[in-house]
């Protein structure tokens, strides 16, 4: 909030003079005393809409982007398109914590890895109508949506990202409002201010933290599923922590239904809590994915992260965050160094604030 400082001018000092000879009244200077009383009420009126502070915050929250943030960071109440009303449901309930930990793996991604044919439309939609319940409008709408994040030019999908994500029914994770949305590619709300992100990012991040079978990958910021529904089918040991609570439950349910069909959804660990402090009991983790917006590199993130490590973070003051690479490496002298690259060319991004248990995002204003 600005503060605005008021000093008197010397010509404004009130100094005491000597009564001098009355003067007579006349009608031309009550005149000139309405005129200025007048002006000085008008000036009263518009000034305060030219000043900084308030009014300008206020019509920042209203910018269709910047809702979701300020409305999250303010810890509002919510009943934001989901109808959901009541309160944001932050894990502070820290007594309660529940967790879902995979044992009994039935799904093995080295095994899945490289059995979808990815090539051309028709051999990868005739093996998904082969091997799944999903409708074909889905399967054609997911692989143009990954013809169109080609074409960005951005190399934004490689390797085995490209599987992963031509895997993941993006309609399973959207609200059912938004169905028609699903291969859009766009943010959608999953309410609680919370957003299964854009494809094109979600593509990105998974292409640039490069899961190879067998990593032990972290995410913070499970909202949807999504991020770690297409994480499962590169390795058996996702981890991803929510704090939002019911958000938590939402999504912990629908990985269960899921599982029958896309088991690697069982191989996800899921907690609620606040993803700040990691998860130590499961640390140190090969990769560590960030969804959600923060100013600076948590050092508890830093610490978990293995020498040789990659973690993918929005990183960036509220409302605007470049997708940085960050590589924990360790030198000759065995001093960890910690690296940072911007993979996204410049282009910013903007995520829904992390947050702690209070509400309040850990980024400085
Ligand atoms: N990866 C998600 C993106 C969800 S948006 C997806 O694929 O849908 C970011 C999520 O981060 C929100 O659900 C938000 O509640 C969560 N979040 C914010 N602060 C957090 C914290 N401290 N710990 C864990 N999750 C957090």
Redesign the pocket.
Known sequence: METTEVRLSKSSRVEYKEPQKIKTIRIRDIFLVGIGVLAGILIGLLLPSRLPGARIALSDTLLADGEIALE?INNKILEWESGYSGSTGL?ALSNRSPEYIATNRTFDAAQALGTLPTGDQESFVSSLLENTSEPEEYIRARWRLYKIIVGYGLNEIQGLAVEAFLRTPRQL?VREKNLARAYHDTWLS?G??????DPDV?AMMTTTLDVKPGMKVL????????????LSNLTNEVY?????EP?YYE?NELYKELAAEYPSYNNISRKL????YGWIKYAPFDRI?V??AIDHLPPPLQQQLSPGGIMVVPLGRPGRQYIMEVKKTVDEEGNIVITRRDVYNGLSVK???????SGTS?SSK
């Open positions: 999250a894990a994770f999953i609680y201010g919370a957003t299964i992100t979600v995410e913070i910021g499970t909202g949807s599923g999504y991020q770690s529904a297409i991803s922590i929510e704090i939002i958000l999504t809590g606040d993803g700040y994915i969804t959600c995520f829904i604030p992390f947050r702690n248990e850990y």
